[in-house]
């Protein structure tokens, strides 16, 4: 991760020398984007950073799947969601929150901060939003302004069926967090009615934290003009018109980060983004495959399973704190444990952006080693060999 990354060898023993940073976001940098951040600062009152910023944004649109207009913000991803609430609503507005996990239920937090009500439908975490509640609870209330939802729940490694959520709340503003998925889930907001999306430059992007998006639909814009809330630093209108004056932006951008996140773009459009997605599936499922080897079972169903990052159940005995820290100390894979209430009952294992089937299996075997260390009976090797089967299952019978 870096030179000083907290794990070395000289406190693994086992020859560990890079800390691998196997968490939901931030994500891995790519060398490349890693050397960007290392350029001199520059003046963003110039045509380069003109060029850089309409370059980074037409090609984000691409990624959100949208024509519509795409915010750049100096934030992480819940400034991005905030800016949403204070640019559509207006205090007192009712909205309805979908949640199924730590970041749904976050929104509906965040709503209620700005003194927005809440109309909650909640399913239990891991399971699927129910969007036959949705859509009855959407139709029986038209004081409803919009429609909260996040695309992939990280919390709980499941990605969220958002197409049919934005069919069910048609006619409403629908508003997705995306800050999990945007570049590495298919999404197309456009297509499937998304007024407003929301993501950070910290995750499938591979940028380092610091930028976050919001693309906004005319309905949005519309809303936007009639909204009441304070706003400013985030203020959807001043940030267009910025913008549409010399593609500036409207307060001091992290110019840094532009070049990073340009760069990052470059390497997500070499590779091509079906294929960034591709992949991405891959991963998911051969972290999936592996960790069923160990006898474990991911927290969400198959059908919903995240391509972005997948929750483990951990049999009883071992806590997701205690793994993650051995994991860390001993092996230098950084995990997240769980999130909310199932902090020690799960481990998260990131497979996002700068990720290739190899640092899973490195994943895998880490995660064995380190249970097997912990006293807990797991076939050690088990994991790795399914894992290259399923590698050889997958590129077998390809003559290149
Ligand atoms: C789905 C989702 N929403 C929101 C966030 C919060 O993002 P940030 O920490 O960038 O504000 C995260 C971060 O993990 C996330 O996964």
Redesign the pocket.
């Known amino acids: 991760v870096s030179t000083r990354a907290p794990v070395t060898a000289a406190t693994t023993g086992i020859g560990a020398t890079r800390g691998r940073l196997m968490v939901?976001?931030p994500t891995p940098l790519p060398p490349e984007v890693a050397a960007a951040g290392a350029l001199p600062v520059f003046d963003e009152r110039t045509p380069a950073f003109a060029e850089l910023f309409v370059r980074v944004t037409d090609r984000l649109r691409a990624v959100f799947g949208t024509g519509n207009d795409v915010l750049t913000f100096t934030?992480?991803?819940?400034?991005?969601?905030e800016s949403v609430i204070q640019n559509i609503l207006s205090p007192g507005d009712r909205v309805l929150v979908a949640s199924n996990?730590?970041?749904g239920e976050?929104?509906a937090q965040m709503c209620r901060a700005f003194r927005v009500d809440v109309v909650p439908v909640a399913t239990g975490w891991g399971q699927p939003l129910d969007l036959d509640r949705i859509a009855g609870t959407v139709a029986a209330d038209p004081g409803i302004a919009a429609a909260f939802a996040?695309?992939?729940?990280?919390?709980t490694g499941m990605v969220n069926d958002v197409a049919g959520f934005a069919s069910a709340t048609a006619g409403r503003i629908s508003v997705v967090?995306?800050?999990?998925?945007l570049g590495a889930c298919e999404l197309a907001a456009d297509a499937w009615g998304i007024d407003v999306v929301?993501a950070?430059s910290?995750?499938a992007l591979m940028a380092p934290?610091g930028l976050?998006f919001v693309s906004v639909s005319p309905r949005a814009w519309s809303a936007a003009a009639r909204s009441a809330m304070p706003r400013y630093y985030f203020d959807w209108e001043l940030t267009r018109r910025a913008f549409a004056d010399g593609a500036r932006t409207a307060f001091t951008p992290a110019v840094g980060l532009f070049v990073q996140l340009d760069r990052a773009i470059d390497l997500l459009m070499a590779e091509g983004l079906a294929e960034v997605r591709r992949r991405h599936a891959l991963l998911g499922r051969l972290a999936r495959t592996g960790i069923a080897a160990m006898g474990l079972a991911p927290f969400a169903p198959e059908e919903w399973a995240s391509p972005t990052?997948t929750a483990v159940r951990l049999p009883p005995g071992v806590s997701g704190r205690q793994v993650v820290d051995r994991a860390a100390r001993d092996q230098g894979v950084q995990f997240a444990p769980g999130s909310g209430d199932l902090v020690d009952r799960l481990i998260r294992i990131g497979h996002c952006g700068h990720v290739d089937v190899h640092d899973i299996a490195t994943a895998v075997n880490a995660l064995e080693l380190t249970l097997a260390a912990l006293g807990q009976d797991v076939p050690v090797g088990a994991a790795a060999a399914a894992i290259q089967a399923a590698i050889a299952a997958e590129t077998g019978g390809r003559d290149d």
């Open positions: 939901g976001g934030a992480s991803a819940t400034g991005a969601l996990g730590l970041y976050r929104l996040v695309h992939c729940e990280s919390s967090d995306a800050a999990s998925s929301a950070a910290q995750k934290p976050s990052v």
